[in-house]
């Protein structure tokens, strides 16, 4: 699949932020909110265990988070993530216990107009790669296994390609410090934007189209809760 609006998606498009939205007090209520919430999904492969950020649990946060976010963000919708009773998630909580592999998070919709996608971090050790390249198909998981690549997506799953590769051989020494997770094959061609920091009390805004992952530094899991959005 490929984004149909590629030409509107990247007129929208802007280098990475980090910017301090939330308060002590409104980090601790998200921390909170997630100790609250019901499990959505737990995948062992990666292990990593979801829930979707419902709303009506905490009012008073729920309308701080879209204010928030309007106020960097905005005119924006939610994308693609509904509750059992069809209102939209505000967001979806990850407890990682390894770090992630190399993907892009750009939905399953090619008439969408994809936007922003917004990180706070919930506990303060790790980071985020984010790379310059980017993706303007679906949702995808990068990899050079050919077993891999054979995996027939589903609904709502992400593909799998290798074609975010190009010529050049990956920074070793990034690799060696961040990414030793990854093959170092599977980096190829890609450039290292910029290496986000997890820090309690600050929020990262990315473009949707942009081939991210985490580092393979991890003390035992990372929380955080990211909001995918769309135009
Ligand atoms: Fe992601």
Same mark, same amino acid.
């Given at each position: 699949? &490929?984004?149909?609006?590629?030409? $509107?998606?990247?007129?929208?498009? @802007? +280098?990475?932020?980090?910017?301090?939205? /939330?308060?002590? #007090?409104?980090?601790?209520?998200?921390?909170?909110?997630?100790?609250?919430?019901?499990?959505?999904?737990?995948?062992?492969?990666?292990?990593?265990?979801?829930?979707?950020?419902?709303?009506?649990?905490?009012?008073?946060?729920?309308?701080?988070?879209?204010?928030?976010?309007?106020?960097?963000?905005?005119?924006?919708?939610?994308?693609?993530?509904?509750?059992?009773?069809?209102?939209?998630?505000?967001?979806?909580?990850?407890?990682?216990?390894?770090?992630?592999?190399?993907?892009?998070?750009?939905?399953?919709?090619? &008439?969408?107009?994809?936007?922003? $996608?917004?990180?706070?971090?919930? @506990? +303060?050790?790790?980071?985020?790669?984010? /790379?310059?390249? #980017?993706?303007?198909?679906?949702?995808?998981?990068?990899?050079?296994?050919?077993?891999?690549?054979?995996?027939?997506?589903?609904?709502?799953?992400?593909?799998?390609?290798?074609?975010?590769?190009?010529?050049?051989?990956?920074?070793?020494?990034?690799?060696?410090?961040?990414?030793?997770?990854?093959?170092?094959?599977?980096?190829?061609?890609?450039?290292?934007?910029?290496?986000?920091?997890?820090?309690?009390?600050?929020?990262?805004?990315?473009?949707?189209?942009?081939?991210?992952?985490?580092?393979?530094?991890?003390? &035992?899991?990372?929380?955080?809760?990211?909001?995918?959005?769309?135009?």
């Amino acid at each position: 699949m &490929k984004l149909l609006n590629v030409e $509107q998606i990247k007129s929208l498009e @802007s +280098s990475p932020k980090v910017v301090k939205l /939330f308060s002590e #007090k409104e980090i601790k209520m998200m921390q909170d909110l997630y100790d609250a919430l019901p499990e959505r999904r737990f995948n062992k492969k990666q292990n990593v265990r979801k829930k979707g950020w419902v709303q009506n649990y905490n009012k008073e946060l729920d309308k701080i988070y879209m204010e928030k976010l309007k106020e960097v963000l905005g005119d924006f919708k939610m994308d693609s993530l509904k509750s059992d009773n069809g209102d939209d998630l505000y967001g979806l909580f990850h407890e990682s216990f390894a770090p992630l592999p190399l993907h892009v998070d750009s939905g399953f919709y090619e &008439k969408n107009v994809i936007y922003k $996608q917004v990180v706070t971090p919930l @506990s +303060s050790y790790g980071d985020t790669v984010i /790379f310059k390249n #980017k993706w303007y198909g679906k949702s995808t998981s990068f990899t050079i296994d050919e077993e891999e690549l054979k995996f027939l997506p589903k609904n709502e799953q992400n593909d799998r390609s290798n074609k975010h590769l190009g010529d050049e051989e990956f920074d070793r020494e990034i690799h060696k410090k961040y990414l030793n997770h990854i093959d170092i094959n599977n980096l190829k061609g890609l450039k290292v934007e910029l290496i986000y920091h997890w820090k309690l009390g600050e929020t990262l805004i990315i473009d949707r189209t942009h081939i991210h992952c985490s580092s393979s530094r991890i003390d &035992k899991k990372k929380l955080g809760v990211t909001t995918f959005t769309k135009k």
